[in-house]
């Protein structure tokens, strides 16, 4: 079936660290998945930090990166040098490149960034 | 644009109560999703509508849990019976076809069952 697995949490950095959190999928029903990075950071409700929908593209927000690699089924997450406010839940997720409906969320990551 | 609206934003029942939550999704969407989220399990799927017809329910627990969509504004989580197991925050958020399946998010309801 479809699945998102990412890395287990939580995951604690200090600041001006860099990050990767890891993502792989598995989308034996979709043939041209889009993938998405959501974030909920505290007290705020779940949002899009970015989306690819093209293999082999590159998506970017607030210093946060995510390549989608179609041959390791990856799209990581990955940024330079954190900062404090980084600190939330990260969420892969893939969905459907047409009839664009359902979405399969990873479990989520907690990250902590450490003054 | 109010994005999707929750009400309440939270909620405490009594073991065996019913409790009914409700989602105003965003005007011209027109799928909607409910979601569980757990720090144990994290965001679980519950159920989904596409032009107000339930088309997947698959992450309902069967016995207790129902959700309808009675028009495009509105859509309602039932649960029957409430128990402890169910305290947790539940999502819903609201997709357009022409959105490459990003889905935007209500600010939840907590439900504690005492």
């Known amino acids: 079936g479809d699945s998102v697995t990412q890395t287990e949490g939580p995951v604690t950095v200090s600041e001006s660290e860099s990050l990767i959190i890891n993502c792989t999928y598995s989308?034996?029903?979709?043939?041209?998945?889009?993938l998405f990075w959501y974030v909920r950071y505290p007290g705020e409700g779940l949002q899009l930090l970015l989306k690819?929908?093209?293999?082999?593209q590159k998506g970017s927000s607030r210093g946060f990166e995510a390549t989608y690699n179609k041959e390791t089924t990856s799209f990581h997450l990955q940024k330079a040098s954190v900062q404090e406010s980084d600190s939330a839940v990260y969420y892969c997720a893939l969905g459907p490149s047409t009839n664009a409906y359902k979405v399969i969320f990873g479990k989520g990551t907690h990250l902590h960034v450490l003054p | 644009n109010a994005g999707v609206i929750q009400t309440p934003r939270h909620k405490v029942t009594g073991k065996g109560q019913e409790a009914t939550l409700w989602c105003e999704p965003i005007s011209g969407h027109s799928a909607v999703f409910w979601y569980r989220q757990t720090i144990v399990q994290g965001l679980e799927f519950l159920t989904y509508f596409r032009n107000q017809a339930p088309i997947d329910d698959s992450g309902m627990p069967k016995e207790r849990f129902s959700a309808q969509m009675p028009n495009q504004s509105h859509s309602t989580l039932k649960i029957q019976s409430t128990q402890p197991q169910d305290s947790a925050v539940y999502l819903c958020a609201s997709s357009s076809r022409d959105r490459d399946g990003e889905q935007y998010f209500g600010p939840g309801t907590r439900l504690t069952v005492l």
């Open positions: 690819v929908i093209t293999a082999g």
């Open positions: 989308a034996t029903s979709i043939a041209y998945p889009n």
